[in-house]
């Protein structure tokens, strides 16, 4: 069912590949250009954290549910899923959920609020995906078999990497089920794990794109990013090494050329098919030296994408082993409208941020902050993107 999403692909590399010329003239002469956006902190939000619960955590959701504006974040210490009262920065109650017992679900590694009586919790230990209540009673388990090849699919959940619900499905990133870190010659067809939720029935499909078998990339070059647009229900994902976004609506998928001014492609770790894994330090130094791209985001309130550019780090700057500069880069939002059609690059060079920690609603783009000093709050950064003689905030 899943599989027209690889043969999709396949025409789809060959109708654009001509258009690779069209994304480099495109970012010369955008890089021309003065930026045309401005992004202003306009102010700040502060959630309470107990002793047990640690920040910098990217399982997070804001979900507004029956009127109420709420954050819900993971702690995983605890197995329990904190909800915030979003406007007055206070705690709202929390979802103590069982590891062990009828109704255990084991350690929680990502979850999903469907409503405040519909959560969805997923457990990477034990390769199972549980429908929850809102008391944390368990309503149905769906247990993820093994392809006909025997590979077993297992999900990564994150804020980065959403669970997504669509129509009777869920969706699930499964990009490090493949084993394919060091060699390039098979790339099955399981980046994307669907769940029917009547039924039960579970299929893969999508694959990695043609880039991926031009060389050895190693594992963190093989996150794929995930988001789903609420208002058209169409998957987009995008990988940290390819200019292009993909668009997953059902039955088909769109390739959307845009790249980053500062994206001047990815030198593998080698150009061989397969190789022994390197030094983990020389995997690190390879992705940190070079810009990629990591997560996306949609802002329904100004009908743009933001897609989130890692800039390179020097090589002065790596040899330093400073805990924040050397580790954490400057970075590029790239901007789109809802077609896809770049509109320009916001420079956010500040290195205080999570910057792949991310959500959006009316009052703006919520950036996680960075708080070494005081690690008794969850701090967002809330910022305004203005369109100059659009009339648009």
Same mark, same amino acid.
Request: aromatic share 12%.
């Given at each position: 069912?899943?599989? +027209?999403?690889?043969?999709?692909?396949?025409?789809?590399?060959?109708?654009?590949?001509?258009?690779?010329?069209?994304?480099?003239?495109?970012?010369?002469?955008?890089?021309?250009?003065?930026?045309?956006?401005?992004?202003?902190?306009?102010?700040?939000?502060?959630?309470?954290?107990?002793?047990?619960?640690?920040? =910098?955590?990217?399982?997070?959701?804001?979900?507004?549910?029956?009127?109420?504006?709420?954050?819900? +974040?993971?702690?995983?210490?605890?197995?329990?899923?904190?909800? $915030?009262?979003?406007?007055?920065?206070?705690?709202?109650?929390?979802?103590?959920?069982?590891?062990?017992?009828?109704?255990?679900? =084991?350690?929680?590694?990502?979850?999903?609020?469907?409503?405040?009586?519909?959560?969805?919790?997923?457990?990477?230990?034990?390769?199972?995906?549980?429908?929850?209540?809102?008391?944390?009673?368990?309503?149905?388990?769906?247990?993820?078999? %093994?392809?006909?090849?025997?590979?077993?699919?297992?999900?990564?959940?994150?804020?980065?990497?959403?669970?997504?619900?669509?129509?009777?499905?869920?969706?699930?990133?499964?990009?490090?089920?493949?084993?394919?870190?060091?060699?390039?010659?098979?790339?099955?067809?399981?980046?994307? #794990?669907?769940?029917?939720?009547?039924?039960?029935?579970?299929?893969?499909?999508?694959?990695?794109?043609?880039?991926?078998?031009? =060389?050895?990339?190693?594992?963190?070059?093989?996150?794929?990013?995930?988001?789903?647009?609420?208002?058209?229900? /169409?998957?987009?994902?995008?990988?940290?090494?390819?200019?292009?976004? $993909?668009?997953? =609506?059902?039955?088909?998928?769109?390739?959307?050329?845009?790249?980053?001014?500062?994206?001047?492609?990815?030198?593998?770790?080698?150009?061989?098919?397969?190789?022994?894994?390197?030094?983990?330090?020389?995997?690190?130094?390879?992705?940190?030296?070079?810009?990629?791209?990591?997560?996306?985001?949609?802002?329904?309130?100004?009908?743009? $994408?933001?897609?989130?550019?890692?800039?390179?780090?020097? /090589?002065?700057? #790596?040899?330093?082993?400073?805990?924040?500069?050397?580790?954490?880069?400057? %970075?590029?939002?790239?901007?789109?409208?809802?077609?896809?059609?770049?509109?320009?690059?916001?420079?956010?060079?500040?290195?205080?941020?999570?910057?792949?920690?991310?959500?959006?609603?009316?009052?703006?783009?919520?950036?996680?902050?960075?708080?070494?000093?005081?690690?008794?709050?969850?701090?967002?950064?809330?910022?305004?993107?203005?369109?100059?003689?659009?009339?648009?905030?």
């Amino acid at each position: 069912m899943f599989k +027209y999403y690889l043969k999709a692909i396949v025409i789809l590399f060959f109708c654009s590949c001509g258009r690779s010329n069209d994304i480099e003239k495109n970012k010369d002469k955008e890089s021309s250009q003065k930026n045309s956006f401005e992004f202003e902190r306009i102010g700040t939000k502060k959630f309470p954290l107990d002793s047990t619960t640690a920040g =910098g955590g990217s399982n997070f959701q804001y979900v507004e549910n029956e009127g109420k504006k709420l954050l819900c +974040y993971l702690n995983t210490n605890q197995n329990t899923l904190i909800f $915030y009262d979003y406007e007055q920065e206070t705690l709202e109650y929390q979802l103590s959920i069982e590891k062990k017992g009828p109704n255990g679900v =084991g350690e929680i590694s990502g979850f999903l609020v469907h409503s405040t009586d519909s959560i969805f919790v997923y457990s990477n230990s034990g390769v199972r995906l549980y429908h929850l209540n809102q008391s944390g009673k368990i309503i149905n388990i769906y247990d993820p078999k %093994a392809k006909e090849d025997g590979l077993i699919i297992r999900p990564y959940v994150s804020g980065s990497m959403p669970m997504m619900k669509r129509g009777k499905h869920i969706i699930l990133n499964s990009w490090g089920s493949q084993k394919e870190y060091y060699n390039n010659d098979t790339y099955p067809e399981s980046l994307l #794990l669907r769940v029917n939720l009547e039924t039960k029935e579970m299929d893969y499909g999508f694959s990695y794109p043609e880039i991926y078998t031009k =060389g050895v990339w190693g594992m963190q070059l093989h996150v794929m990013y995930n988001m789903l647009n609420p208002e058209t229900s /169409e998957i987009v994902v995008g990988f940290p090494i390819d200019d292009h976004l $993909y668009v997953l =609506g059902e039955g088909y998928v769109k390739k959307h050329p845009q790249g980053s001014k500062y994206f001047k492609g990815v030198v593998p770790l080698s150009t061989k098919s397969k190789i022994s894994p390197p030094p983990p330090n020389q995997e690190v130094q390879n992705e940190r030296s070079q810009t990629t791209y990591r997560t996306i985001h949609y802002d329904p309130y100004n009908e743009i $994408y933001i897609r989130v550019v890692h800039k390179a780090i020097s /090589e002065e700057v #790596l040899a330093m082993n400073d805990p924040v500069k050397s580790v954490f880069p400057k %970075a590029s939002l790239m901007i789109m409208d809802k077609e896809f059609k770049k509109l320009g690059e916001v420079d956010f060079d500040n290195n205080d941020y999570w910057i792949n920690n991310i959500f959006i609603n009316e009052n703006g783009i919520h950036i996680m902050k960075m708080d070494f000093v005081n690690e008794d709050v969850l701090t967002f950064d809330v910022f305004d993107l203005k369109f100059p003689g659009t009339g648009k905030n």
